[in-house]
């Protein structure tokens, strides 16, 4: 019966032309053949048009929008895919061949669960190993309140849920959305996975969420928590974590403005997540936090 499986790969991309035609390649030289690739254009003012459209294969559809920020783009793609299972893959990032394949074997095993992820690893733009994601050890429901430990393009969904449930499209929130809609659907459904590495996360000097400042952030944070404060599902399952959230939001505030040349801000916002949660500043990203901060501080 998995056999009949038909997957959906949803692609949303913005002004990525010179990335965009390997992320479908990657998505096209699947070992698995029952599927389809949709990219959604969202707003792109390079040519990204003409880069998809040379690439011929009936797998493959293009639709371009107006730019409103990658969980619409996401939402869009879903809103025209006809899979079982909604996939979404990053336009710089890359699939492995056996990403579907494994997917389905999980799916046989798990007698087609409401949603599951595969793990990646990151590369260099060189496709140089660098690590490995992170290990999924224990319950994934709970993990995920200690921070987003998934990748997106690890993440498939049952196309009813994914209908259901969309991104939240508010572009303050943009870089946060994918974790937000991972602890509402965690609070409604078992999250499974395995450690099967099927994906790639590339590292380049482009990538959004290297590219941020305090201010948004701060918003990011805040409508993270209003938003998990007004899930009623969420707050009646999980709503005693949301200090843990929050300290994890914070913590991750300190760590980018101590990686952008910002230490005494890192400091700043580790002492505010120990605040909300004592336990985060054991976290490893709190020794990265000062790790930076003393680089600074002998430079």
Same mark, same amino acid.
């Given at each position: 019966?998995? /056999?009949?499986?038909?997957?959906?790969?949803?692609?949303?991309?913005?002004?990525?032309?010179?990335?965009?035609?390997?992320?479908? @390649?990657?998505?096209?030289?699947?070992?698995?053949?029952?599927?389809?690739?949709?990219?959604?254009?969202?707003? $792109?003012?390079?040519?990204?048009?003409?880069?998809?459209? *040379?690439?011929?294969? *009936? =797998?493959?559809?293009?639709?371009?929008? *107006? !730019?409103?920020?990658?969980?619409?783009?996401?939402?869009?793609?879903?809103?025209? $895919?006809?899979?079982?299972?909604?996939?979404?893959?990053?336009?710089?990032?890359?699939?492995?061949? @056996?990403?579907?394949? $494994?997917?389905?074997?999980?799916?046989?095993?798990?007698?087609?669960?409401?949603?599951?992820?595969?793990?990646?690893?990151?590369?260099? @733009?060189?496709?140089?190993?660098?690590?490995?994601?992170?290990?999924? =050890?224990?319950?994934? /429901?709970?993990?995920?309140?200690?921070? !987003?430990?998934?990748?997106?393009?690890?993440?498939?969904?049952?196309?009813?849920?994914?209908?259901?449930?969309?991104?939240?499209? /508010?572009?303050?929130?943009?870089?946060?959305?994918?974790?937000?809609?991972?602890?509402?659907?965690?609070?409604?459904?078992?999250?499974?996975?395995? !450690?099967?590495?099927?994906?790639?996360?590339?590292?380049?000097?482009?990538?959004?969420?290297?590219?941020?400042?305090?201010?948004?952030?701060?918003?990011?944070?805040?409508?993270?928590?209003?938003?998990?404060? *007004?899930?009623?599902?969420?707050? +009646?399952?999980?709503?005693? @974590?949301?200090?843990?959230?929050?300290? +994890?939001?914070?913590?991750?505030?300190?760590?980018?403005?101590?990686?952008?040349?910002?230490?005494? =801000?890192?400091?700043?916002?580790?002492?505010?997540?120990?605040?909300?949660?004592?336990?985060?500043?054991?976290?490893?990203?709190?020794?990265?936090?000062?790790?930076?901060?003393?680089?600074?501080?002998?430079?």
């Amino acid at each position: 019966m998995s /056999n009949n499986i038909f997957f959906s790969i949803i692609i949303p991309t913005y002004n990525r032309s010179y990335l965009i035609g390997k992320a479908i @390649h990657s998505a096209l030289n699947q070992n698995y053949s029952s599927f389809e690739i949709i990219v959604v254009d969202d707003g $792109s003012t390079d040519d990204t048009e003409a880069i998809v459209k *040379e690439i011929k294969s *009936e =797998k493959l559809f293009y639709f371009k929008k *107006e !730019n409103a920020e990658r969980g619409a783009a996401r939402n869009f793609g879903v809103q025209k $895919s006809k899979g079982d299972y909604v996939n979404f893959l990053d336009s710089d990032d890359l699939l492995y061949p @056996h990403h579907l394949s $494994s997917a389905l074997k999980l799916i046989a095993e798990l007698n087609r669960p409401e949603l599951f992820y595969l793990n990646y690893d990151i590369k260099d @733009h060189q496709m140089k190993f660098l690590k490995k994601g992170t290990l999924i =050890k224990g319950y994934l /429901n709970r993990k995920l309140l200690k921070g !987003n430990v998934v990748s997106c393009n690890g993440v498939f969904i049952k196309h009813e849920i994914a209908i259901r449930y969309p991104f939240n499209e /508010n572009r303050q929130l943009a870089a946060t959305e994918d974790w937000l809609l991972w602890l509402q659907l965690a609070s409604r459904y078992k999250f499974y996975f395995s !450690n099967t590495v099927t994906s790639a996360i590339i590292q380049h000097d482009n990538r959004s969420v290297l590219n941020i400042n305090e201010d948004s952030l701060l918003k990011r944070k805040n409508l993270l928590i209003q938003y998990l404060s *007004e899930d009623s599902v969420f707050m +009646h399952k999980y709503g005693s @974590h949301l200090k843990a959230v929050e300290a +994890h939001m914070l913590s991750y505030m300190g760590l980018h403005l101590a990686m952008s040349g910002r230490p005494l =801000k890192g400091i700043y916002y580790l002492a505010k997540a120990g605040k909300k949660k004592i336990r985060e500043l054991i976290h490893k990203r709190s020794l990265a936090i000062i790790k930076y901060a003393l680089i600074n501080a002998f430079a």
